[in-house]
């Protein structure tokens, strides 16, 4: 058996704050990573930390939750795959790593999840919808749900500081690049376009739970 790593952040930034309060939950974010001591932690997110809806396919570094002297609470689960669903998960990763550019963030998704429920859109993602996809797992599930079904499985609860690699060298994180306002807003609408356009063009696929 291979594993794969589940790991549970309650994020310290505003917006996830704000996830919290809405949805009641002890964590906002979740994100996959091949290794007890991730230095890559694979997830849908934010891209930069100035540009909030601007998000997508992303490879987070633990730079991104240690930022300005801080630390962020995570829980880690340990999920055992058989070879087929391991290669399987390697593969999605690959290739969404070469796709990178064409992978968007779904807010259609995310504001249906509040209602509990989710909504389809080809090659858009969020955070938990990822997870899900990656792992197998078809239908609806929160974030309490998607915990508790790998609580089994802990191996670690604290500080990301306490499991997460800092990357070495001086190369720069691109999360901290500061974009402009404009790049923001280009990219910001042009996101939500192809999201609205794959949803409407797309096989048609109900929110659904």
């Avoid at 594993?3 to 919290?20: E, L, Q």
């Avoid at 001591?37 to 992303?58: I, N, Q, W």
């Avoid at 240690?66 to 795959?81: A, H, N, P, S, Y």
């Avoid at 955070?127 to 079904?149: A, H, P």
Wanted: proline letters at 4%; one cysteine or more; hydrophobic letters at 35%.
């Amino acid at each position: 058996m291979n594993s794969i790593y589940i790991i549970f952040i309650a994020s310290n930034y505003r917006m996830g704050k704000a996830i919290r309060a809405a949805t009641g939950a002890r964590y906002n974010h979740v994100a996959l990573s091949f290794s007890p001591r991730p230095e890559c932690m694979y997830s849908f997110s934010r891209k930069h930390l100035s540009t909030p809806f601007v998000g997508g396919f992303v490879c987070e570094r633990v730079t991104r939750y240690t930022f300005g002297g801080q630390d962020t609470d995570v829980r880690m689960c340990r999920v055992e795959l058989d070879e087929e669903m391991y290669s399987r998960a390697r593969n999605i990763i690959a290739d969404f790593s070469a796709r990178q550019e064409k992978l968007k963030y779904n807010y259609l998704s995310a504001g249906a999840y509040l209602a509990g429920r989710r909504c389809d859109v080809r090659d858009c993602y969020t955070c938990i919808d990822f997870v899900r996809y990656v792992l197998g797992i078809d239908k609806f599930v929160t974030f309490e749900e998607l915990e508790c079904r790998f609580a089994s499985g802990e191996v670690y609860c604290g500080p990301i500081s306490g499991v997460a690699v800092p990357p070495l060298g001086d190369e720069p994180d691109d999360y901290f690049r500061r974009p402009g306002h404009f790049w923001a807003l280009l990219h910001g609408t042009g996101d939500r376009m192809v999201m609205l356009w794959r949803f409407v063009t797309g096989p048609f696929v109900k929110s659904k739970k």
